[in-house]
């Protein structure tokens, strides 16, 4: 069955990625992104980011090939068969993390995350965050560098750096991660229900300032974010069958 017959392709600015998209062009008719029911990303996982954000209201599915580094995102590149590889893909919905954070002067700044939320300290004090659960106190002082909540796909990016676990797709859990904890000690984080409502309070904000991050945007000197799934804005990802994203999530956890 043909699912896809207008395929557009964006690529990112680098020569690796630009001689990728030459040579898609050279075997595969392409179309304006506005024409098309199925959109192919060349670059790497901060490329296909940007582009499922770009994109994401448009409700085109997206397929990733990596011609960047790690391209956990990304399926293999390969410029022959593309129209058959989009045929045969399956594809994974991610839902994002709403992002709604108030800076030191009272500004509300919204924004969208499918890897992860993230804060961290701008000086060299430590940052203290108060770490509120669907209304309820579960820290009262988190004395870290930062602290993040991050998505079953975002779990293998900066939440594995910060020793945070891997979540497999379809668990409906979050990742409740800090950076760097000083207090309390042996504090290393927490599996939260997909449907938690997370929100960290700064506190002395003005002696010890704190950024916080929804992928790429940034908000400096916040006072209080709010953290829940959105469910209104999913993405839809595809991924070859022998390389899906549920697989590389799991393989991540069998590394040698």
Known sequence: MVRFKNIACVASDTDKAQEGL???RERCPLVPVAEADVLVALGGDGFMLSIVHDHMDAGLPIYGMNRGTIGFLLNRFNPDDLPARLNAAQQHTLNPLAMTATDVNGRTFSALAFNEVSLLRYSQQSANIRVIINNRERLDRLVCDGIMVATPAGSTAYNLSARGPIIPLGSNVL???????????RWQGALLPHSAVVEFEILDADRRPVGAAADSFEVRDVRRVRVVEDHSRPAHILFDPDHSLEERIFSEQFVH
């Not at 990742?175 to 000690?185: D, E, Q, W």
């Open 22 to 24: 030459a040579m898609l």
């Open 175 to 185: 990742a409740l991660t800090p950076v760097s904890p000083f207090r309390p000690r």
